[in-house]
């Protein structure tokens, strides 16, 4: 089976730039969450989506968005591009409650 | 609100010797509890779960026990292998306001010598 993916594997920004990440669940999986990785540290939620519907936000500013599409891709936002957004992008996909599948990550740099 | 704590690595180990990695956590109600590794350079892997007090999580010889009176979910390898070498994250589920994330320890970095 086709585990979680995403895509760029790495992308390289200017501060005030936009982004978009993209993610492909595991098939059958309606749910898709997304973690921001900083280097050093445990990922931190942003977002999850279930069935095109966010279900959840974490605490993070309205420059990051998101969406879910119905064949249960998902993309991240951000817009207005800072410096402390160089991370690790993590993208999981579920399909029963509680355990969550992570794609190997789209790493985000700010210059 | 819900958070995990785990011992601050790294942690240096030669093959063969016995592992543990230490993990407390606080939370509402009886989340279920996992540990998740990642190799340099990847994502994060499942590697074993519990998702009720007392039950044992197992997978690849490493194990962890559901221990509600001591809030804890310490992770145990009998004898570790060099391809054993990454960093171990240990994560419980928070149900609370209609979503279903994972809340995840700061990490530990495990390096295992020949």
């Known amino acids: ?111 | 609100g819900n958070s995990v704590t785990q011992m601050e690595g790294p942690v240096t180990l030669s093959e063969e010797a016995f592992l543990t990695i230490n993990c407390t956590y606080t939370a509402t109600g009886y989340p279920s509890l996992f540990w998740y590794v990642q190799y340099p350079g990847e994502g994060l892997q499942l590697l074993l779960k519990a998702t009720k007090a007392d039950d044992k999580g197992s997978n690849k010889g490493f194990e962890a026990t559901y221990r509600k009176e001591t809030t804890s979910f310490h992770l145990e390898k009998g004898s570790v292998q060099v391809s054993d070498s990454a960093v171990y994250f240990c994560a419980l589920s928070d149900r609370g306001g209609g979503s279903e994330k994972l809340v995840f320890g700061k990490g530990t970095k495990l390096t295992v010598n020949p």
């Open chain 1, 1 to 111: 089976d086709t585990g979680v993916t995403q895509s760029p594997t790495h992308l390289i920004k200017t501060r005030g730039q936009q982004v978009t990440l993209r993610c492909s669940p595991i098939s059958g999986h309606k749910s898709v969450s997304w973690y921001q990785q900083v280097l050093g540290q445990g990922p931190q939620f942003i977002f999850q989506y279930y069935e095109k519907e966010e279900r959840g936000r974490g605490n993070f500013p309205d420059r990051f968005s998101a969406r879910q599409f119905p064949n249960y891709s998902s993309e991240l936002n951000v817009n207005a591009l800072l410096l402390g957004d160089s991370a690790l992008y993590l993208c999981a996909s579920s399909l029963s409650p509680d355990t969550q599948y992570f794609g190997p990550g789209t790493r985000l740099t700010v210059l």
